[in-house]
């Protein structure tokens, strides 16, 4: 007699709810690990543009409190420091000279909105040696807080959240759906996270998909994306504006004595490949102490931007000017051809300088310079050389000067 074996009807499943868990359970993971993708490329991303912005802000700093350290002046120092106070997202400054003795400090008056992301992104102060002519004379510390990250991580967590709770309901109906249906839609988002994550895309946005729920999970996803492209645009742009300021010259707008140095190196490495010749006009007004004295530090302003339009109407496409001390300015004529002698450019200068300069009381001004050449590789063969050879011409032009006087 044989039997037949048992039903077990109660313990099998069907292929549709077995489908149906499995894509479930699929599309959740799916969308959490693109939800935790985006929030973590968000905060590296974040915590990238904040240190690149301390950092901005220190080397500036480093700029404006270098003649306090020269000369040991607190004062200076807090004026020095002033533009930065201005920055939000600063929490302290502090100035030390070069045996790491406190100049001056400055501490915001504003609360810590949340420690926590203080501690986790600014664990430590940004600190900047200021140097001058190739030495250390002290350092610049920055502080960090969290007011400009708090904004920012609040609604990140609001939307991350949102997105959240709309998977959380939308996956309950497409986990019933057949598997093609589910994977196409999931890999599109999955591919907009894997490159948000790895190249930092956050110009890359999910297309739109014929699942309703999963679509609005992309708009979620692209309206967070929206705000990561905004939120790092507005970094990149404060980041250049810091990075111009560190690099110009505030009063004149030309670039400062970093940016020079810099350029300097650049020049004569392109002469030396091309074996070409490049001029080096040193330029220093004459007197001007005595100007600045007599009419007022608004007054040298004034004729220390003049002098400055004077120098940019000469240069030419390629050539470059910098103010690189007080009353102290350089044009990089590169390349040196026979229409643009030096010697033709330092009298183009002296002459529109000499013209009057309308100060801000009321008077006229009539200034004067004197104008030191120096050719690279006759005068000097490095950059040191080449400056120091320039400044003595600018000397022997500026005895010549008070000689015809």
Same mark, same amino acid.
């Given at each position: 007699m044989t039997g037949k074996a048992p039903e077990r009807i109660g313990a099998r499943t069907t292929l549709q709810k077995l489908l149906s868990r499995f894509h479930f359970g699929i599309t959740l993971f799916a969308v959490a690990l693109s939800g935790l993708t985006i929030l973590l490329a968000g905060v590296s991303a974040l915590r990238g543009y904040a240190d690149r912005n301390m950092e901005l802000a220190a080397k500036l700093g480093a700029y404006g409190v270098e003649p306090a350290l020269v000369f040991n002046d607190p004062q200076a120092a807090r004026e020095g420091l002033e533009p930065l106070t201005r920055i939000p997202g600063i929490a302290r400054l502090r100035v030390l000279d070069d045996v790491g003795r406190p100049l001056t400090q400055w501490t915001s008056p504003m609360a810590d909105p949340a420690p926590l992301l203080t501690r986790m992104f600014f664990p430590r102060p940004f600190s900047v040696a200021v140097q001058r002519n190739g030495s250390a004379i002290g350092t610049i510390e920055v502080w960090g807080d969290s007011s400009t990250l708090i904004d920012y991580v609040r609604i990140g967590l609001l939307a991350g959240l949102g997105c959240l709770l709309i998977t959380?309901?939308?996956? #309950?109906?497409?986990?019933?759906?057949?598997?093609?249906?589910?994977? *196409?839609?999931?890999?599109?988002?999955?591919?907009?996270?894997?490159?948000?994550?790895?190249?930092?895309?956050?110009? *890359?946005?999910? *297309?739109?998909?014929?699942? =309703? !729920? @999963?679509?609005?999970?992309? /708009?979620? #996803?692209?309206? &967070?994306?929206?705000? @990561?492209?905004?939120?790092? /645009?507005?970094?990149?742009?404060?980041?250049?504006?810091? =990075?111009?300021? =560190?690099?110009?010259?505030? &009063?004149?707008?030309?670039?400062?004595?970093?940016?020079?140095? !810099?350029? &300097?190196?650049?020049?004569?490495?392109?002469?030396?490949?091309?074996?070409?010749? +490049?001029?080096? @006009?040193?330029?220093?007004?004459?007197?001007?102490?005595?100007a600045n004295d007599s009419f007022?530090?608004? =007054?040298?302003?004034?004729?220390?931007?003049? @002098?400055?339009?004077?120098?940019?109407?000469?240069?030419?496409?390629?050539? +470059?000017?910098?103010?690189?001390?007080?009353?102290e300015f350089v044009v990089i004529v590169d390349p040196l051809e026979a229409e643009a002698a030096p010697e033709e450019l330092a009298r183009h200068i002296r002459a529109c300088v000499a013209q009057p300069v309308a100060l801000p009381g009321g008077e006229t001004y009539r200034a004067s310079v004197s104008v030191g050449v120096a050719v690279y590789p006759d005068n000097g063969g490095d950059a040191t050389a080449l400056l120091t050879a320039a400044d003595a011409a600018m000397y022997a032009d500026k005895l010549s000067n008070r000689s015809r006087v």
């Open positions: 959380a309901f939308g996956t #309950i109906f497409l986990a019933r759906r057949f598997e093609y249906e589910l994977v *196409k839609p999931l890999n599109e988002i999955a591919t907009v996270a894997h490159d948000v994550r790895l190249h930092r895309r956050f110009d *890359k946005r999910v *297309k739109p998909l014929g699942i =309703a !729920e @999963l679509d609005r999970l992309g /708009g979620d #996803i692209n309206a &967070l994306l929206d705000e @990561l492209q905004g939120w790092q /645009g507005h970094m990149e742009s404060e980041r250049a504006v810091l =990075a111009h300021r =560190a690099s110009h010259d505030t &009063l004149t707008a030309l670039p400062n004595r970093d940016s020079f140095d !810099e350029q &300097l190196a650049k020049r004569i490495a392109a002469a030396d490949a091309r074996a070409e010749r +490049f001029a080096l @006009l040193f330029i220093d007004a004459d007197n001007f102490k005595a007022g530090h608004a =007054a040298g302003d004034a004729v220390l931007v003049a @002098l400055s339009a004077c120098i940019k109407e000469t240069l030419r496409k390629g050539d +470059f000017a910098a103010r690189i001390g007080g009353d």
